[in-house]
């Protein structure tokens, strides 16, 4: 295997194209170059090629990752799967034609464990440039949470849901500051004017408690309504 061509990417900084003598490009990062040792015309063993394959599958996830937190934030666990995820397979307009049932489950699996160490050392990469922090997203989720008007039970379940680790929930739930008005406003909405009845209290107080509520929060609420039409 020859290197015929090594030029700078025009669309993506830093990321340069190695042309080689199957017609094949592969694009890696500019540290790659270095380390690699790639120039036009270097005959590549099959160790250097295997390495150059490699290093342009760990640039390829690598851009993809960044794109994907540029949708959104995102926890590691959340980044990891979508990295290593299985390419969907296209249905066939006749899948009883084919004779060939694909690779062999132990190579898929062998091939799932490889990307999946791939996204890790992506990951890690992310993480030590700032663009991927477990603490920092767990603290953004419960500030969008809490202000959507849900309750602590709720907040968690999301967190868990993202998979945010646990040792991060405490600090980040420090972001929640309980406000009494808020859930009284969203009992108020669900009571709809109606009269503070044994009934309807109890539709209100599962309703906050859907909403992860617990119930001194709730009843804190309830009395407060009771108040209200007592005045």
């Given at each position: ?5 090594l030029e700078l ?43 150059l394959a490699a ?37 066939e307009k006749y ?137």
């Open positions: 295997m020859k290197i015929e061509k990417s025009q669309h993506r900084q830093g990321r340069w194209l190695v042309w080689l003598d199957d017609a094949s490009v592969i694009r890696v990062g500019e540290g790659d170059v270095v380390s690699l040792g790639l120039y036009a015309g270097k005959e590549l063993s099959d160790e250097e090629g295997e390495a290093a342009g599958e760990q640039s390829r996830l690598m851009e993809r990752a960044v794109g994907l937190l540029a949708q959104r934030p995102m926890s590691r666990k959340e980044l990891l799967d979508k990295l290593s995820a299985p390419p969907r397979q296209k249905r899948p009883y034609d084919k004779l060939d049932d694909g690779p062999a489950p132990a190579l898929l699996e062998a091939q799932r464990e490889a990307l999946r160490e791939r996204a890790e050392g992506v990951a890690d990469r992310l993480k030590e440039l700032g663009l991927l922090n477990d603490g920092e997203y767990a603290r953004a989720v419960v500030r969008h949470y809490a202000a959507k008007g849900y309750g602590p039970r709720k907040i968690r379940d999301e967190l868990y849901r993202r998979g945010v680790p646990r040792e991060f929930w405490e600090d980040a739930m420090e972001e929640r500051e309980p406000d009494e008005d808020q859930v009284l406003a969203l009992a108020r909405r669900k009571l709809r004017e109606e009269e503070p009845t044994r009934e309807n209290l109890k539709r209100v107080s599962d309703y906050l408690a859907r909403r992860g509520y617990g119930w001194e929060e709730i009843s804190a609420t309830l009395d407060r309504l009771r108040e209200e039409r007592e005045d």
